[in-house]
């Protein structure tokens, strides 16, 4: 079922501020409203130890709801899951290597423009659902599936970006 309510507040913020104030620049405000609320952030990654390469699987964090696509409890995560990354300018660019081609931080960070189904243009998150940019009604939980069977999950990347 989709959710169409939005639990980011994107209201009052300065217009189509993402196109001309630097990422470090940013309000706290405007640095969360960035997320588009793909939900590829919370899947589980596996690294190729060899060339560092990183590819996304299916298998969500255990906090992560398939139906909503947002965590399940974003408040409280860390005492749930320690290791999840609260991005910020700070730790953007050595999480680059990790985060999703469409990923609004890496998007700007990289100097590239937002997709039209970003929930600031397009004015609503369903977009990014609609553009089969997320993972909404897509993944499975981490403990159904053993980790390693984690490498018949893999999703190709970008999605939804043809
Ligand atoms: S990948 Fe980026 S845009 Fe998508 S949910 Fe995570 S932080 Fe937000
Ligand atoms: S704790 Fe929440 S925000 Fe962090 S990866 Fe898991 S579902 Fe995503």
Known sequence: MTDTSDPIDRSGLR?????TV??????????????????????????????????LTRIACRLFDDSTCRCANYDIRH??????????????????????ETCAYKLLWTGKPLF???PLISG????????????QNATLPEFEISEDEWE??????PLGCD
């Open 22 to 55: 630097p990422l470090d620049r940013m309000t706290q405000k405007e640095w969360e409203a960035l997320c588009d609320g793909c939900g590829k952030c919370c899947l589980n990654k596996l690294e190729d130890e060899d060339t560092g390469e990183v590819a």
């Open 79 to 100: 005492q749930f899951v320690p290791e999840c990354i609260s991005l910020s300018p700070k730790n953007i660019e050595g999480s680059l290597y990790w985060l999703p």
């Open 152 to 157: 018949d999950h893999l999703i190709e990347e």
């Open 116 to 118: 039209d189904w970003h």
């Open 15 to 19: 217009p189509r501020y993402w196109e």
């Open 124 to 135: 609503t998150p369903d977009s990014v659902h609609a553009a089969g940019v997320s993972v």
